[in-house]
């Protein structure tokens, strides 16, 4: 990774594919590709901004941009989806002016298809897709992270199971799969990665929600775990539209202890 200020840093391969291109006499259609990219990348960037979250760094790989918040709570579902599906908006919108007013340019069917594809996967119901993060905080608000987790990995299944029978199609028949090799390599490293990270901000949203609710009677959900719990594994049942009670039971069914949800998310806290 080579350092080239406080927060922009580049990593070294991505000099290699621009190096491959010039050489191939394709450098045109990689600096189309990844202007589309970066575009979008820092439409996010705006997005963050506007909604109060820093970046804490900005890094560029071969296939474009990768931004890092620094302070990455994020208190509502409409700023949630402001967020992630700014940087696939604007590049419908960029689709719909090279349509509309570039039709006849010499670069028309690359810019078009760029920002159709960067537009179609990131709203993908899949994380780490644009479209599958806003749908994580969607399920998790309401059945929790556990059961989120589980629709999103069905889900994601799903999708990659179209994608690789469609790989196979343009195997077959086309010369012209590199890019959606890259996104099914990208995809299948995360389905096994994304999801087993336990979501710190998704407790600190969910605290920040509950206190500041004026609700003077809340119905109250029941959870019974063993006396050697673990407390991340019982918050994976807590969202946002539920209160929880916890009841500590020993070996033989006797309940030990009680527990609030905020007890629980206390001591997650101070053992991280």
Same mark, same amino acid.
């Given at each position: 990774?080579?350092?080239?200020?406080?927060?922009? !840093?580049?990593?070294?391969?991505?000099?290699?594919?621009?190096?491959?291109?010039?050489?191939?006499?394709?450098?045109?259609?990689?600096?189309?590709?990844?202007?589309?990219?970066?575009?979008?990348?820092?439409?996010?960037?705006?997005?963050?901004?506007?909604?109060?979250?820093?970046?804490?760094?900005?890094?560029?790989?071969?296939?474009?941009?990768?931004?890092?918040?620094?302070?990455h709570i994020i208190?509502?579902?409409?700023?949630?989806?402001?967020?992630?599906?700014?940087?696939?908006?604007?590049?419908?919108l960029l689709a719909?002016?090279?349509?509309?007013?570039?039709?006849?340019?010499?670069? !028309?069917?690359?810019?078009?298809?760029?920002?159709?594809?960067?537009?179609?996967?990131?709203?993908?119901?899949?994380?780490?897709?644009?479209?599958?993060?806003?749908?994580?905080?969607?399920?998790?608000?309401?059945?929790?992270?556990?059961?989120?987790?589980?629709?999103?990995?069905?889900?994601?299944?799903?999708?990659?199971?179209?994608?690789?029978?469609?790989?196979?199609?343009?195997?077959?028949?086309?010369?012209?799969?590199?890019?959606?090799?890259?996104?099914?390599?990208?995809?299948?490293?995360?389905?096994?990665?994304?999801?087993?990270?336990?979501?710190?901000?998704?407790?600190?949203?969910?605290?920040?929600?509950?206190?500041?609710?004026?609700?003077?009677?809340?119905?109250?959900?029941?959870?019974?775990?063993?006396?050697?719990?673990?407390?991340?594994?019982?918050?994976?049942?807590?969202?946002?539209?539920?209160? !929880?009670?916890? !009841?500590?039971?020993?070996?033989?069914?006797?309940?030990?202890?009680?527990?609030?949800?905020?007890?629980?998310?206390?001591?997650?806290?101070?053992?991280?």
């Amino acid at each position: 990774m080579i350092k080239i200020s406080k927060h922009l !840093y580049i990593h070294f391969s991505t000099f290699l594919i621009f190096l491959t291109c010039f050489f191939t006499k394709q450098l045109d259609i990689l600096l189309v590709s990844y202007s589309m990219i970066t575009i979008h990348e820092f439409t996010h960037l705006l997005a963050s901004r506007i909604i109060g979250i820093e970046i804490s760094q900005i890094t560029f790989y071969p296939f474009g941009l990768n931004l890092k918040l620094k302070n990455h709570i994020i208190y509502s579902l409409s700023d949630e989806i402001l967020l992630y599906l700014s940087g696939p908006m604007i590049n419908e919108l960029l689709a719909l002016f090279v349509s509309c007013f570039y039709k006849n340019g010499k670069y !028309y069917d690359l810019l078009y298809w760029n920002n159709m594809g960067l537009f179609i996967f990131n709203i993908l119901p899949i994380t780490p897709m644009d479209g599958g993060m806003v749908m994580k905080r969607i399920l998790s608000d309401k059945f929790g992270n556990k059961v989120a987790n589980r629709i999103l990995f069905i889900i994601k299944i799903v999708f990659l199971s179209i994608l690789s029978i469609l790989e196979i199609i343009l195997v077959i028949y086309s010369r012209n799969n590199i890019r959606l090799i890259f996104v099914l390599v990208f995809l299948l490293g995360n389905l096994f990665t994304n999801e087993s990270k336990y979501n710190m901000n998704f407790l600190k949203e969910l605290l920040y929600i509950k206190n500041k609710s004026k609700k003077d009677i809340i119905k109250v959900n029941l959870l019974e775990v063993k006396e050697n719990f673990i407390p991340q594994k019982v918050a994976e049942y807590f969202s946002i539209e539920k209160n !929880y009670i916890i !009841y500590i039971k020993n070996s033989v069914g006797k309940i030990v202890g009680i527990k609030t949800e905020e007890e629980i998310i206390d001591e997650i806290f101070k053992n991280s």
